[in-house]
């Protein structure tokens, strides 16, 4: 049974940078897609980052292309999600969720019909003013 645990959150002050690491608590990372999505009290859970189950394929949200970027270590079994030139509305638990997709080279920042089934715990990230 897989379960991610992320790392990487914390405070830091708007224009600075963060990384976060999806990694297996238990079980293997090996044949899921990951992404990762942050949730602000309020407002819908909203679709980051994604990576295919090899690395393949990768997909950003538009709110946060060219300051965020997603990366994927096969052999270290982490999905790292590198958060640079930060703003105050990126504040957010961010989690990272897995998708069973084998031979899938896609992913989606869409958890449409509960599509990620594995979430990991979150990671609480503020930026400040």
């Known amino acids: 049974q897989l379960q991610l645990v992320e790392s990487g959150g914390g405070l830091v002050h708007a224009g600075g940078s963060l990384r976060l690491s999806c990694e297996a608590s238990?079980?293997?990372?090996?044949?899921?897609?990951i992404a990762w999505f942050r949730q602000v009290p309020g407002k819908e859970k909203e679709g980051v980052a994604c990576?295919?189950?090899?690395?393949?394929?990768?997909s950003v949200a538009a709110s946060v292309k060219g300051r965020f970027t997603i990366s994927r270590d096969i052999v270290k079994q982490t999905v790292y999600l590198q958060m640079n030139s930060l703003k105050p509305e990126d504040t957010g638990v961010y989690y990272c969720?897995?998708?069973?997709?084998?031979?899938?080279?896609?992913?989606?920042?869409?958890?449409?019909?509960?599509?990620?089934?594995?979430w990991g715990q979150g990671a609480q990230v503020t930026v400040s003013s």
């Open positions: 969720a897995a998708w069973w997709a084998p031979n899938v080279g896609i992913c989606s920042t869409v958890d449409r019909n509960g599509l990620y089934n594995v």
């Open positions: 238990e079980g293997t990372l090996e044949d899921y897609a």
């Open positions: 990576v295919s189950y090899d690395a393949s394929s990768t």
